[in-house]
C-alpha cells in the first residue's frame, strides 16, 4: 500500500510541475510531493522488513511503483513549461536506465547496484532545489533554471549508469576468472 502512495504522490508532482509556469507556487507543491514519494519509498522497504513481509514478490512491488513514478514526475517537468519537453523526457529516459542497470546488474550478479550521482534521492533532490531556485529567481534565460536541473539530471544519470555497468562488468570478470561463471 506504501507503494502504491509513493505513485499517487509523484502523480501529485506531476500535476503540479506540469501547471507550474503558470502558478509557480506549484513549484512548492510538487517539491512536496517528491519530498511524500521518498518518504514512502523508505518506510515501504522498512515496513515490510520489521513486518516479515519481505519477498521476491516485494522485490516487484517497490521497483515498479517506483518506475511508474519517475516517468509521472519527469513528465511532468517535460509538460511544464519551464524545460524543452525533449529534455524532461531525456531525464525520464535516463532515470528509467539508471534503476534498469541497477536491477540488471541484480539478475546477473545477484547483487543490486546503487552507485554513482544521481540515484532517485539526488534526482528528487535535484528536482527540489531546481523547483526552489526557479520559484526564487523565475525563469531565467535559455536555458532555464529547471533547463539546468535536467541537464545535471541527464548528466548524474549518464555517470551513474557507466559506473553501475562498471562495477556489473567487474563483478562478472571477477567470478569468470574464479571459475564461477
Known amino acids: 500500500m506504501i507503494s502504491y502512495l509513493s505513485v499517487v504522490a509523484a502523480a501529485g508532482a506531476g500535476v503540479a510541475f506540469a501547471f507550474s509556469s503558470r502558478k509557480p507556487w506549484l513549484l512548492v507543491v510538487a517539491s512536496l510531493f517528491c519530498v511524500l514519494r521518498l518518504w514512502c519509498n523508505m518506510l ?88 526552489v531556485v526557479t520559484l526564487l529567481l523565475g525563469r531565467g534565460g535559455r536555458p532555464t533554471w529547471m533547463e539546468w536541473t535536467c541537464w545535471v539530471i541527464v548528466a548524474g544519470c549518464v555517470q551513474t549508469i557507466v559506473v553501475r555497468l562498471m562495477r556489473t562488468m567487474r563483478d562478472l570478470r571477477t567470478r569468470a576468472e574464479g571459475g564461477g561463471a
Open 44 to 131: 515501504d522497504g522498512m515496513v515490510a522488513l520489521a513486518g516479515g513481509k519481505a519477498s521476491l514478490r516485494g522485490e516487484i512491488v517497490n521497483e515498479l511503483p517506483d518506475r511508474v513514478s519517475d516517468v509521472l514526475i519527469f513528465a511532468g517537468v517535460a509538460h511544464s513549461g519551464w524545460v524543452n519537453p525533449f529534455l524532461g523526457y531525456w531525464a525520464a529516459i535516463l532515470a528509467l536506465m539508471t534503476a534498469y542497470v541497477g536491477t540488471l546488474a541484480q539478475a546477473v550478479t545477484g547483487r543490486r547496484r546503487f552507485e554513482g550521482v544521481m540515484s532517485k534521492q539526488y534526482r528528487m533532490l535535484a528536482l527540489v532545489v531546481g523547483s
